[in-house]
């Protein structure tokens, strides 16, 4: 059983502007991939340099964006279960039913892009609250089984494979929709299918287990302080980045061939890593990346405003509905897009918080969160 040590629970600037490196690199990269649209039309404008563009963000942006992103939510789900737990009030029934608020949330993101993670997030959440009651070892021996792929092990020792044709068909009609469709015709179809599109494409591309590994693996990082400039904190950032550049270096030599469903998410992982550890390891060691990564602190702050807004946004400019952009731009000029993006949502949040303590999103969660079940 685990019990709160009671210290205090002060906000983690890093994590805010982790969370803001997330939330940008998901606007990129969902611009990369036209907001899940794979067209076979004939792109008018194009430039020599797509494809390079295309492999550089896929190998930086592809998976560990969201994965960032979870690895922070486990650590919010530490601080405010902690903090609860140090008043002397259980946060389980409190979180099961932000939970259910934030499934909400990802019903209405996904009538705008099939590719919502907030549904799978929301689910995803629920399996912290029983896990917050085990001790720090078990904990561990959790994270350390998950982290090793084990569907996909399990399909390499035992020659089984998992059928994914229904993925294909979905995929399929949708991306249909997005070129032809109308946008009520795609908020039908994006609701109807959007939550199981995401679920078996994470069975597709091993992140089924890396997800829930990296949600607890947020929460065990809270419970260590990870993320506090205390101790020997640093050090153990420095040697995180240390091994995982090896890692992926070795990796980066390897011809996965038949192995690739096993290693490319474990190859994903040491990248996510890396670049997490790197940027704790530079915002304490280092004033002016500090100073300059403060900029992303409230972008991260207003995670999941951004984050729908990007849906809403984007799926206008790329889908046939809006301004039909997937067929009109190759993936440098989508890129270029996807920065105009995240400035305008900068700009947008930094006249916000001029005058909120949150973001609309995060205040509208947070007091339904709270909200009072007596009369």
Known sequence: ??????????????ADALRGIAVAGIILYHSVEHFDIFTKEPIVHTLPCDQQV???????????????????FGLSFFIMNDNQQQKGKSFSFRFAWRMCLLFVFGL???AFYD????????????????????????????????????????????????????????YNKTISLHENGTFLEN?????????????????????????????????????????????????WW????????LII???????????????????????????????????????????????????GRMSLTNYLLQSIIGSFIFCGYGLACYRLVGITYAVLIGMTMVIVQYVFGRYWFMNHPRGPLEGLWRKLTWISIHS
Request: contains cysteine.
């Open 54 to 72: 295309g492999n550089v963000l896929a190998w930086l942006l592809s998976g560990k964006m969201y994965g960032i992103f979870a690895m922070l």
């Open 115 to 170: 590719g919502d993670i907030l549904m799978l997030y929301a689910v995803y959440g629920l399996l912290l609250i029983p896990i917050s009651y085990l001790p720090s070892k078990a904990v561990w021996f959790i994270i350390g089984l998950l982290v090793i792929q084990p569907v996909e092990l399990f399909c390499l020792l035992t020659g089984t494979t998992i059928d994914h044709t229904t993925l294909f068909e979905i």
């Open 238 to 245: 420095h040697i995180i980045l240390g091994l995982s550049a």
């Open 187 to 235: 908020a039908i179809n994006n609701l109807r299918y959007g939550f199981e599109l995401n679920l078996r494409f994470n069975v597709f591309s091993g992140r089924l287990t890396q997800l829930l590994c990296l949600f607890i693996l947020g929460m065990q990082l809270g419970r260590h302080r990870f993320f506090y400039n205390e101790g020997r904190n640093l050090h």
């Open 249 to 299: 270096i070795l990796l980066s030599l390897v011809d996965f061939g038949d192995m690739a469903l096993w290693l490319t998410p474990l190859y994903n992982l040491f990248i996510l890593l890396a670049i997490v550890s790197a940027v704790v390891s530079a915002w304490y060691a280092y004033g002016c990346v500090r100073s300059a990564l403060r900029h992303l602190c409230f972008f």
């Open 1 to 14: 059983m685990y019990f709160t040590r009671n210290l205090p629970n002060t906000r983690i600037d890093v």
């Open 108 to 110: 209405i993101n996904v």
